[in-house]
C-alpha cells in the first residue's frame, strides 16, 4: 500500500504576491523555513489557499519546484492535483515528474456536480493513473456537491493508495460516519481549522491548516496535545484562537490569512483577482486580536 504519515498538523501553503502581482518567491522562502523552524508536520502545496485557480502552468512548475527544493525532504509534501476535467488530471499523473512529491490532494470535481457514482468513478481514474498516496478532499462550499460518506468509506476500502480524505463538509455526523466505519489505515484529517480539536477527539489524524501558516507553533502544539489524549491543554489553546477561526473567513480564504500575515510583516496584502484583500474593518480586527495573543513570530 502507498504510504505517508499525515498524523499531526499540515500547512496549506499561501502563494504570496509581490504588488505587481508577481509570484514572491524570497517572501515563499521565508515561508517555508518559518514553517520548518516551528514543527509543522507537512506541506500542502498548490491547495485552495494557494489561489491555484489564478496561477499560470508555468507558475504552478516553478512553486512546486521552489518549495521541493525548499524543503530537501525534512517533511512530506502534498501536491494538490484536483480539476473537474478528469482526463485532465490523468494524463497529468502519468506524464509529469512527480519527484519530491509524497501524496496528491484531489479535490471532488467543482462546478459541473456529478453524481457520487460519477464522484467515485472520477477518483478510481485518479486511483488508478498513480501510484502516489491519493488524498479526497471534500469541500461542498467550493464544489457544490458533498461527497457522501459512503462514496468515500468505498473509495477507501477499493483502492490501496486512496489513503486519507480531507474533509470540510462541516458535517460532523459524517465526519463521524466515516471515522466509525473506515479501514483501519485509513485516515481522516480535518480541513477546518475551527473544528480540528473535536474531530482529533472523535479519531481524526489532524488538520490541513489555514491558521498554521500563520502560528505554525501553536497550532502545531495545539493538534499534538490532542492526539496524545490531553485535551484540557488542547482546548486552552483552541479557544486562544476561536476569534480569529471566524476572523480568517468573514472576508474569504486565503484573504484573512494573507491579512494576518501582512500584519505579521511576511508578505505584501496583495492577491489576484477575482479575490481581493480583505476590508478595513476586518483588517483592524485581525491586528487587535493579533496584539491580544501576544505571540512570538
Given amino acids: 500500500m502507498a504510504q505517508i504519515n499525515l498524523r499531526?498538523?499540515?500547512?496549506?501553503?499561501?502563494?504570496?504576491?509581490?504588488?505587481?502581482?508577481?509570484?514572491?518567491?524570497?517572501?515563499?522562502?521565508?515561508?517555508?523555513?518559518?514553517q520548518l523552524r516551528n514543527g509543522i508536520d507537512y506541506l500542502v502545496v498548490?491547495?485552495?489557499?494557494?489561489?491555484t485557480p489564478t496561477l499560470t502552468e508555468e507558475?504552478?512548475?516553478?512553486?512546486?519546484?521552489?518549495?521541493?527544493e525548499k524543503v530537501g525532504g525534512?517533511?512530506?509534501?502534498?501536491?494538490?492535483?484536483?480539476g473537474n476535467n478528469t482526463r485532465v488530471i490523468v494524463d497529468t499523473l502519468k506524464t509529469q515528474d512527480f519527484?519530491?512529491?509524497?501524496?496528491?490532494?484531489?479535490?471532488?470535481?467543482?462546478?459541473?456536480?456529478p453524481s457520487q457514482e460519477g464522484i467515485y468513478q472520477h477518483y478510481r481514474a485518479i486511483a488508478?493513473?498513480?501510484?502516489?498516496?491519493?488524498?479526497?478532499?471534500?469541500?461542498?462550499?467550493?464544489?457544490?456537491?458533498?461527497?457522501?460518506?459512503?462514496?468515500?468509506?468505498?473509495?477507501?476500502?477499493d483502492f490501496d493508495n486512496i489513503v486519507a480524505i480531507k474533509e470540510a463538509s462541516g458535517n460532523i455526523t459524517q465526519m463521524d460516519d466515516i471515522i466509525k466505519n473506515k479501514p483501519a489505515d485509513f485516515m481522516v484529517i480535518s480541513g477546518d481549522d475551527g473544528i480540528a480539536f473535536p474531530l482529533i477527539t472523535l479519531g481524526a489524524v489532524g488538520v490541513i491548516s489555514v491558521i498554521g501558516n500563520a502560528f505554525p507553533r501553536e497550532f502545531s502544539r495545539m493538534v499534538r496535545l490532542a492526539l496524545n489524549g490531553d485535551y484540557a491543554s488542547a482546548l486552552t489553546i483552541h479557544h486562544r484562537f476561536t476569534e480569529l477561526f471566524k476572523?480568517?473567513?468573514?472576508?474569504?480564504?486565503?484573504?484573512?490569512?494573507?491579512?494576518?500575515?501582512?500584519?505579521?510583516?511576511?508578505?505584501?496584502?496583495?492577491?489576484?483577482?477575482?479575490?481581493?484583500?480583505?476590508?478595513?474593518?476586518t483588517y483592524e480586527k485581525i491586528r487587535e486580536v493579533l496584539q491580544q495573543l501576544n505571540i512570538a513570530y
Avoid: W
Avoid at 498548490?46 to 489561489?51: H, M, N, Q, R, V
Avoid at 525534512?74 to 484536483?82: D, H, K, S
Fill in 8 to 34: 499531526g498538523m499540515g500547512i496549506a501553503l499561501i502563494t504570496p504576491f509581490n504588488e505587481d502581482g508577481s509570484v514572491d518567491f524570497p517572501a515563499l522562502a521565508r515561508l517555508v523555513d518559518y
Fill in 46 to 51: 498548490l491547495g485552495t489557499t494557494a489561489e
Fill in 59 to 68: 507558475e504552478k512548475a516553478q512553486i512546486r519546484a521552489f518549495v521541493i
Fill in 74 to 82: 525534512r517533511v512530506p509534501i502534498v501536491l494538490g492535483l484536483g
Fill in 99 to 113: 519527484r519530491g512529491v509524497d501524496a496528491i490532494l484531489s479535490v471532488v470535481p467543482y462546478y459541473n456536480k
Fill in 128 to 157: 488508478s493513473a498513480t501510484k502516489l498516496p491519493v488524498i479526497l478532499y471534500n469541500v461542498p462550499g467550493r464544489t457544490g456537491v458533498n461527497m457522501m460518506a459512503e462514496t468515500t468509506l468505498r473509495l477507501a476500502r
Fill in 247 to 281: 476572523l480568517l473567513f468573514v472576508d474569504g480564504n486565503p484573504a484573512g490569512v494573507k491579512c494576518l500575515l501582512h500584519a505579521m510583516g511576511y508578505i505584501h496584502n496583495q492577491l489576484r483577482l477575482p479575490l481581493v484583500p480583505t476590508r478595513i474593518t
